[in-house]
């Protein structure tokens, strides 16, 4: 079969895992950067989940990325949309909701457009993916109910074992340059 033969017969999946590579980029970096503040902040749970969830979507991105070149299309590496620059905890956990339940949304509908373009693997691993961004949209469900259950003394908390963490850290050094 030549080239152009198969990358019409699947443009659509092209398009829609460069779609879906567009999303994943731009939650990465958005994830990435309240990483950054959560650990300025020495909220060290809430940052950690932060930069695992993240690097999860970098792996998306991989793994769409890995099809459209098999399927012989070309990988579109733009974000979709830009980090928006928000420092407030609860707006943070807020948007990261927001975007895992749009992704989801977007997958089921790929999903079920690659089934009916006969693209059995893309369908399957819309599927696969969609289980773990609604595993991350949980994580993000459960951190906003302890913040509203907690309130600040859950975010104090954490800033207390990183406070702590930082202080043996610092001890472990300056014993190391004795």
Not at 16 to 28: M, P, Q, T, Y
Not at 153 to 176: D, E, I
Request: hydrophobic share 40%; proline share 1%; net charge negative.
């Amino acid at each position: 079969m030549e080239p152009t033969a198969v990358k019409t017969r699947y443009q659509v999946s092209i398009d829609l895992l460069n779609d879906a590579v567009g999303k994943e980029i731009a939650a990465s970096l958005q994830y990435m950067y309240f990483h950054t503040h959560f650990e300025d902040a020495r909220y060290q749970y809430l940052s950690r989940i932060m930069r695992e969830i993240s690097i999860a979507e970098m792996r998306h991105i991989e793994e769409f990325s890995e099809r459209i070149l098999f399927l012989e299309g070309d990988v579109d590496m733009n974000p979709a949309f830009r980090t928006r620059q928000i420092t407030d905890v609860k707006e943070m956990l807020h948007l990261a909701m927001q975007l895992e339940q749009s992704t989801i949304d977007s997958y089921n509908e790929a999903s079920r457009i690659a089934s009916e373009h006969k693209d059995a693997v893309t369908h399957k691993m819309f599927q696969d993916i969609i289980a773990e961004e609604e595993e991350h949209l949980d994580t993000f469900r459960t951190e906003l109910q302890n913040l509203a259950d907690y309130g600040e003394k859950y975010l104090a908390l954490q800033s207390v074992a990183g406070s702590k963490h930082a202080a043996k850290s610092l001890h472990h050094h300056a014993r190391n340059d004795e």
